[in-house]
């Protein structure tokens, strides 16, 4: 059974600051998607990793993947506030389903 | 916009009543999927699709059923709804092309008393 790990649950962060959330799965998958939620708010799709060594960005959000270790890293660069959310890895478990981690709320503070 | 639709948006219903949970495409996507979402559980499948009348089970279907007899809706039923299934669903879609990245529904907060 795949299992999905997320780190931190919660991060509280300054404003300009750098953090990395950890996404860490179980089994062999070579397939990884972010998703961000807003509060009260659906999900959407933030980036798709579709092979080790993947790396995408997208304004001050970095993801990459490693599959020989099984981790994911979603990289905040300066954060600023229009960047707090929850953001939730996904590892595609096969036949069209994925297994989401338990996600990570972010807080971004003045 | 994936043009995905979920009715009701809210509903309050009585415990042991059945209840259904209406999920809606516009574009004819193969793959769907309902979701469950708790505080410190992220989201969790219930069951998803894969094709019209092709449907399997997810880590959390106990005591939920569905069914798919038109590509563009997929059902979500509670037989006997209990307060345990008071949750925020989610029907989400996968255009499948190349990757299974999923375009979720705006959700439906059912609360069972």
């Known amino acids: 059974e795949l299992k999905v790990e997320q780190n931190p649950l919660f991060l509280s962060m300054q404003e300009g600051k750098n953090y990395t959330i950890y996404c860490n799965y179980s089994?062999?998958?070579?397939?990884l998607y972010w998703y961000r939620q807003d509060p009260g708010k659906s999900l959407e799709s933030l980036f798709v990793?579709?092979?080790?060594?993947a790396v995408k960005q997208e304004g001050r959000l970095m993801a990459s993947l490693d599959t020989k270790a099984r981790l994911s890293t979603l990289h905040i660069t300066a954060a600023v506030h229009d960047l707090s959310a929850t953001y939730f890895c996904?590892?595609?478990?096969?036949?069209?389903?994925?297994?989401f981690g338990d996600g990570t709320t972010l807080t971004v503070k003045p | 916009d994936a043009g995905i639709t979920q009715s009701p948006r809210h509903k309050v219903t009585e415990t042991g009543t059945p209840v259904t949970l209406r999920c809606h495409q516009t574009?004819?996507?193969?793959?769907m999927y309902w979701y469950r979402q708790d505080p410190g559980h992220g989201l969790r499948l219930i069951h998803y699709?894969?094709?019209?009348?092709?449907?399997d089970k997810g880590e959390v279907s106990d005591g939920y059923s569905v069914s798919r007899s038109k590509t563009e809706d997929f059902l979500l039923t509670l037989e006997s709804a209990t307060s345990s299934q008071t949750s925020v669903y989610f029907c989400?879609?996968?255009?499948?092309?190349?990757?299974?990245?999923?375009?979720f529904g705006p959700g439906t907060r059912l609360t069972v008393t």
């Open positions: 989400a879609i996968s255009i499948d092309l190349g990757s299974y990245e999923q375009y």
């Open positions: 089994t062999t998958s070579d397939r």
């Open positions: 990793l579709l092979s080790n060594g």
């Open positions: 996904a590892v595609e478990a096969g036949n069209g389903k994925s297994t």
């Open positions: 574009e004819n996507h193969r793959y």
């Open positions: 699709s894969y094709g019209v009348k092709d449907t």
